[in-house]
């Protein structure tokens, strides 16, 4: 039996923001969680979000103060491009702590653990060099955003 349980969320970049929580709330009856707008890498406004699917997955869409080039998808198989990383889900902090576990080993990761408030993950990259995290959802109703966020260092 796998320690994950699905999907947690997938992160994306999109040009307006307005429009694609639209309609992601209209076609799906998606609800959107959270709709931060925080200071960006390098200067102006990022903008993201956490739309909630049902079943404890989200979208966690990006618009960036400036265009990456990467906002665009395609319906071409192998040039889709506007998916920044997948983050898979666990239940509970004893599961994150034994993939924690697991991928510092397989030194697939720091094994740092970043608190969000609302969400907990840990960051790792797979052997292709993809970026991708395990997270869970905790029971705060407030996401903090990146200045704010917690670190919760591996002990050596």
């Known amino acids: ?71 665009d998808g395609s319906m071409q198989m192998g040039k889709r491009g506007h998916i920044d990383h997948l983050a ?6 004893e599961c994150l702590q034994e993939v924690r576990r697991r991928l510092v080993k397989a030194s697939a990761s720091d094994g740092t653990i970043t608190d969000f408030g609302a969400v907990r993950l840990v960051t790792f990259k797979d052997p292709d060099g993809m970026e991708g995290e395990v997270a869970r959802w905790t029971d705060s109703k407030r996401v ?13």
């Open 144 to 156: 903090l955003g990146f200045e704010e966020r917690k670190r919760e260092l591996w002990p050596d």
């Open 88 to 93: 898979l889900k666990v239940h509970d902090e």
């Open 1 to 71: 039996m796998p320690v994950t349980v699905g999907a947690h969320h997938l992160t994306l970049f999109t040009h307006d923001m307005d429009r694609f929580i639209r309609f992601y709330e209209e076609i799906f009856d998606a609800e959107t969680k959270f709709d931060l707008s925080e200071p960006g890498p390098g200067g102006g406004t990022l903008r993201h979000s956490l739309i909630d699917f049902g079943g404890g997955f989200a979208l966690h869409p990006f618009q960036m103060p400036e265009p990456t080039g990467y906002e």
